[in-house]
């Protein structure tokens, strides 16, 4: 099939935490996995069309990350057929996901996956209307997930690409 695996981050407004999930992925891929990881996000509660938030473009720039091209798109049925893996942020996020998304397509909790989520310990709450010192924290909250997820995702992309 030789495609690579397509992975979509989803919160709410798209503007804060699955925005970081995806540009954090993305480094990470762009360094050690280009072309087998494709990587988007979206948003539960949003019309799509805005930019992230100053704080979230602040916090991702300290880690030397440009964030300023995003734009939010929000969550469609189409829009999850095109990937293989949704990756919500909370227990909510993944029964709203998990309820529209087509059977083929692998939904869980960023904190839990490749477990669906049992409860709500794996949730990362969303950090809107917060100082910047609780977005660094979820920030970095999800960059240790994304961290800890890679191995794993780059070993389903291979599988995908020599199927």
């Not at 407004?13 to 954090?24: D, K």
């Not at 938030?53 to 189409?78: C, F, N, W, Y």
């Not at 692998?106 to 049992?118: I, K, M, N, Q, R």
């Not at 917060?130 to 961290?147: G, S």
Request: charged share 30%; glycine share 6%; with cysteine.
């Amino acid at each position: 099939m030789n495609r690579p695996l397509r992975v979509l981050f989803v919160c709410s407004g798209n503007i804060c935490r699955s925005a970081m999930a995806e540009y954090l992925l993305r480094n990470i891929v762009e360094q050690e996995a280009s072309g087998e990881i494709e990587v988007a996000s979206a948003g539960t509660e949003t019309m799509g069309g805005s930019g992230a938030l100053a704080v979230t473009v602040t916090v991702m720039e300290e880690l030397g990350i440009d964030i300023t091209p995003h734009r939010s798109q929000a969550v469609t049925r189409k829009l999850l057929e095109k990937f293989d893996i949704v990756l919500g942020m909370t227990r909510e996020h993944f029964d709203d996901v998990n309820y529209r998304a087509p059977d083929s397509v692998d939904v869980s909790v960023l904190g839990s996956w490749p477990e669906p989520p049992s409860s709500r310990e794996h949730d990362i709450d969303d950090p809107f209307g917060q100082n910047m010192n609780r977005y660094r924290l979820y920030r970095d909250r999800i960059a240790t997930e994304i961290n800890r997820i890679f191995p794993m995702l780059r070993e389903r992309a291979k599988s995908i690409r020599s199927e």
